[in-house]
């Protein structure tokens, strides 16, 4: 194509310009008119509209009346005639200067007041001090915070464990830091309030299913299976979800996992289990849902569970393959920018697993005392049993309700006060009524631990009992 | 917002563009382009400059026009997902100084490809094709507009 003839002289192209088509030359023109127009456009945002006049503006201005900062809270409001609790909330419990036997604490392996446990403790604050006074990324992760984690992995045969410093912050960061915009998390209705808002701070779509239904959860994965094919290139990048938890905070349920991972593999969804109940507490070895029905840990892609109700800790831990839960050490929230778990907590969470892994026999017991329980409480009147026989916490609601919430809260209350008049602390479930999703009626909740003896199991059947006549009827 | 400097940008892909050591390091890349292209013997001077044309407009579609999102994450869950790096541009503000930059640039190259090219037919029809290629998806009108209707993908289409 190149040539010696075609050698470049300007003044043959300024000729070629004298000789150049009309057409092009208009195209040129109108061009450079465009760039003198791009040179002397202001800026403007795009969506920048005002329907309204000053003056409608104004009035609208006068006519604003401001919520007070504090709105008129009734004076028998329960957050503000709280009981207080001195010593240890363990096996007994002194409230308001009265003992009780301790129905209403999450201690359910009974490690809270261990004197293992606090020893461990009691070293470990002896060697760090109290805090740590940083995130992890900030001098503030000590060995104590990598053995956990490892022995976490180790306890649960998973390949990582990741420790955050708060229970409710543990979900509440997983989610957000895996779903994104555009992604579908399919929800259990009866999730808790950390499930909530790890979803609200997720921005993803949330779809909820009926509690515990399969054929729910299947309809609502055949709709978005069809709006997958409409656009399959749209449903290659979106992500899907589904969040469960093991056993139900709010029913003291459990999730049916087997139906759940077949659901995982023919729609292409992934599982992220809470189990902050169930851990410690089903399974063989105390290792949660997954060993209860015998499914592999691997089918689980995170399992999510705080430590501040088997474990008698604080904080929370999430555990599952090593690239899964590598990603939370940047992404996670509660992780990166909050301090880390204080070592002589850490210490103590430690023994703790030593504890269960010295002795497996712990968690049958448990169980067997729970179904005790749980049938010794079958029959009462007006009240009802909600929750798995070998579910260490579940809930009495009223058979009937009143009509209005806050009616059936104040008998339940009356119920829950005579019983601690009898010596039996328990304590009725509170909910943010206006933040949550889906309010589970009120109801009592009642926790069992390994500490409690056959006797004071009877004796609190019995209690409950006749106070819900006395109150009911 | 400066690299090195603490702020609170929690997408750098909209201040990228903003600095004018990008407009230079662009020109020169652009002029790397062409000098490449010019020691390629047995390129006439007409297909050189066009041939940077073709190239520069090419290479701005797909790095403006055609990938959404960024090549990192955002702590603000993926709010720029469906965004291309044009759209993302100091947050959909119009006229800014750089989308004006970007805007002309390729006008200038088109108008010296065109007097290099001494106003031949056939370069004339694969420079403006590749200039209008490159011009439309930066128009006002077009920001948010998808191509063939292929809504909400990721990757493909301006818009």
């Given amino acids: ?473 | 917002m400066n690299v090195w400097v603490a702020h609170s940008e929690v997408n750098p892909d909209t201040q990228v563009m903003n600095s004018q050591r990008i407009w230079l390091a662009y020109i020169i890349l652009a002029g790397l382009l062409h000098v490449v292209l010019l020691s390629i013997f047995f390129f006439s001077i007409p297909v050189v400059w066009t041939l940077t044309n073709v190239i520069h407009n090419l290479a701005m579609y797909v790095f403006l026009h055609t990938m959404k999102e960024t090549p990192f994450e955002t702590p603000d869950q993926g709010k720029a997902q469906l965004l291309t790096h044009w759209e993302q541009m100091d947050y959909g503000i119009q006229f800014i100084s750089s989308r004006k930059f970007l805007s002309i640039s390729p006008i200038v190259l088109y108008l010296l490809a065109s007097f290099y090219a001494k106003y031949d037919a056939v370069h004339f029809l694969i420079n403006t094709a590749s200039l209008l290629g490159v011009l439309l998806p930066k128009l006002s009108q077009s920001h948010g507009v998808c191509l063939f209707g292929i809504k909400n993908t990721e990757g493909w289409g301006w818009g």
């Fill in chain 1, 1 to 473: 194509m190149a040539t010696a003839a075609e050698q470049w002289v300007l003044v043959e192209m300024v000729q070629a310009l004298y000789e150049a088509p009309a057409y092009h030359l208009i195209l040129e023109g109108i061009l450079i008119l465009w760039i003198i127009r791009l040179l002397f456009s202001k800026t403007y945002k795009l969506q920048e509209r005002s329907d309204l006049t000053v003056k409608e503006k104004e009035e609208l201005i006068e006519e604003w009346q401001p919520e007070p900062l504090v709105p008129p809270v009734s004076g028998d409001h329960p957050a503000l005639n709280y009981n207080v609790v001195s010593g240890p909330p363990s096996h007994s419990i002194v409230v308001n200067g009265k003992k009780c036997v301790n129905f209403a604490s999450f201690n359910f392996l009974g490690l809270l007041d261990d004197p293992r446990v606090k020893a461990a403790a009691l070293v470990s604050l002896r060697k760090y001090g109290v805090g740590t006074c940083g995130p992890r990324g900030f001098y503030g992760t000590f060995d104590v915070h990598l053995d956990l984690e490892d022995r976490l992995a180790k306890f649960m045969q998973t390949e990582e464990a990741i420790i955050y410093s708060y229970g409710f912050a543990t979900i509440a960061s997983a989610i957000p830091a895996y779903s994104k915009r555009g992604d579908i998390v399919f929800v259990d209705r009866a999730a808790c309030f950390a499930i909530q808002k790890g979803l609200q701070a997720s921005r993803s779509d949330i779809q909820l299913f009926k509690h515990n239904d399969m054929a729910d959860l299947e309809r609502l994965l055949k709709e978005q299976e069809i709006e997958d094919q409409k656009n399959p290139r749209k449903a290659r990048v979106t992500r899907r979800f589904i969040v469960v938890e093991g056993l139900y905070m709010n029913t003291g349920t459990i999730c049916p996992l087997p139906e759940l991972v077949k659901l995982k593999y023919r729609y292409k969804a992934r599982i992220f289990l809470e189990e902050s109940l169930s851990f410690g507490v089903l399974g063989e070895h105390g290792r949660g849902v997954t060993e209860h029905f015998g499914i592999s840990i691997d089918d689980i892609d995170l399992i999510s569970a705080n430590m501040e109700n088997s474990l008698a800790s604080i904080g929370g831990f999430c555990c599952g393959r090593s690239f899964v839960i590598d990603h939370q050490r940047l992404s996670g929230q509660g992780y990166c920018f909050s301090a880390s778990l204080p070592p002589l907590l850490a210490a103590a969470a430690i023994e703790a697993l030593n504890i269960m892994e010295e002795n497996p026999g712990i968690f049958s017991v448990l169980r067997e005392k729970c179904k005790r329980i749980h049938k010794a409480l079958q029959g009462i009147s007006g009240l009802k049993v909600v929750g798995e026989s070998f579910s260490p916490a579940f809930h009495l609601q009223l058979q009937e309700s009143t009509g209005s919430r806050e009616e059936d809260v104040k008998l339940l209350q009356e119920i829950v006060n005579h019983c601690m008049d009898r010596s039996i602390a328990l304590t009725q479930a509170r909910y943010l009524e206006r933040e949550e999703e889906c309010l589970p009626p009120p109801s009592i909740r009642v926790v069992v631990t390994v500490e409690q003896t056959d006797e004071e199991l009877e004796r609190a059947a019995r209690t409950i009992k006749e106070v819900a006549q006395a109150v009911l009827l």
